[in-house]
Nanobody, 128 residues
Framework: QVQLVESGGGSVQAGGSLKLSCAVSTTTYGPNWVGWFRQAPGKEREGVAAIKAADGSTYYADSVKGRFTISQDNAKDTVYLQLNSLKPEDTAMYYC?????????????????????WGQGTQVTVSS
C-alpha cells in the first residue's frame, strides 16, 4: 500500500514559480514510478511528468518541457515538481500518482490508468 500527500500549491502570477511536493509512504517497498498529473475544470486529467525510481529517468509532457522539473529525494521519500515560467493555462489541480504494472518495461510518460495509487491533489492557480 502506498499513500501520497501533495503540498506546495498556491496562487502566483504568470511567470512565477512553485515547487510541489509529494510525500510517499509505503508499508512495503517504494513505488517503481511516480508521476504528476493535472486536471483543470471541464478537462481530462493530463500527465505532466514522471520519474522512474530505479534509475531516475524523467519524462515530460510537451506542454511543460523546459519549464517543469521532476526530481526525487530518496532520503526524504519525497518527489518534487518544480514549476517555472508558469502560465495561466497551467492552472489546475495537480495530483501525484505512484506504482504502475510492469514498470521496468515502461517507456515514455505513463498514462493515468496505469497508476495504482493517487494523492488528493494540490491546487495551482496562475493569474495573468
Amino acid at each position: 500500500q502506498v499513500q501520497l500527500v501533495e503540498s506546495g500549491g498556491g496562487s502566483v502570477q504568470a511567470g512565477g514559480s512553485l515547487k510541489l511536493s509529494c510525500a510517499v509512504s509505503t508499508t512495503t517497498y517504494g513505488p517503481n514510478w511516480v508521476g504528476w498529473f493535472r486536471q483543470a475544470p471541464g478537462k481530462e486529467r493530463e500527465g505532466v511528468a514522471a520519474i522512474k525510481a530505479a534509475d531516475g529517468s524523467t519524462y515530460y509532457a510537451d506542454s511543460v518541457k523546459g519549464r517543469f522539473t521532476i526530481s526525487q529525494d530518496n532520503a526524504k521519500d519525497t518527489v518534487y515538481l518544480q514549476l517555472n515560467s508558469l502560465k495561466p493555462e497551467d492552472t489546475a489541480m495537480y495530483y501525484c500518482a505512484a506504482e504502475i504494472v510492469a514498470g521496468a518495461l515502461q517507456t515514455g510518460l505513463p498514462k493515468a490508468y496505469q497508476y495504482h495509487f493517487w494523492g488528493q491533489g494540490t491546487q495551482v492557480t496562475v493569474s495573468s
